[in-house]
């Protein structure tokens, strides 16, 4: 019986190791930068070539380009949509992506656009995106400031002129 034991807790032994010294060498693989880039480079390609083929799926008549209709019609379909939230993008921004994406009103946007779109949307915010943001802000605010100065200093030109019944 004696030997048993010690066969025992030997097995039992070697068994414990052999977990430490995989998990150790998962832990290693796992911080190794290099498979951590290509691992984010593979999940990128995937999402793109997701949200692509949800595109394609949305373009019913074959025109490169997505129209309100066609996303309004991709957003009835259950499938796709619970597509779209395991990816991680709720329907109702979607909505408000395809206005975003739509800058000249003409009612369609690019596989280009609409890739884009959905991965800016997809990831965080970044510092560089929000002082961008903080720049554009800055440049209207001193534009319309601007824009008011001129108004104020044509109204008191008009005022000075006799002219001041005239302006509304």
């Known amino acids: 019986i004696w030997t048993s034991y010690i066969a025992f807790m ?3 032994m070697l068994n414990v190791l052999t977990g430490i010294f995989c998990d ?10 290099d498979n951590i880039i290509v691992t984010q480079l ?5 999402l793109i070539s997701t949200i692509s083929d949800v595109f394609r799926n949305c373009d019913t008549d074959g025109s490169g380009n997505l129209t309100e209709a066609e996303l309004h019609e991709l957003l009835q379909n259950n499938q796709l949509v ?4 395991a ?5 109702s921004e ?12 003409s009612g369609t ?23 961008s943001l903080m720049y554009e802000n800055r440049k209207t605010a001193k534009k319309l400031n601007r824009i008011f100065r001129e108004m104020k200093q044509l ?12 302006i509304c």
Do not use: C
Not at 42 to 46: G, H, I, K, S, V
Not at 82 to 85: P, T
Not at 87 to 91: F, L, R, S, T
């Open 10 to 12: 030997m097995f039992g």
């Open 24 to 33: 150790t060498a998962i832990n290693v693989m796992n911080s190794d930068k």
């Open 42 to 46: 593979e999940d990128r390609t995937a």
């Open 82 to 85: 619970e597509h779209l939230n």
């Open 87 to 91: 990816i991680g993008i709720d329907i």
């Open 94 to 105: 979607a909505r408000g992506l395809f206005q975003l994406l739509d800058d000249d009103d």
């Open 109 to 131: 946007v690019s596989i280009e656009e609409f890739v884009t779109g959905f991965l800016h949307m997809k990831g965080s915010a970044k510092a560089v995106d929000i002082i």
């Open 155 to 166: 109204r008191q030109e008009l005022t000075f002129m006799g002219m001041g019944a005239f």
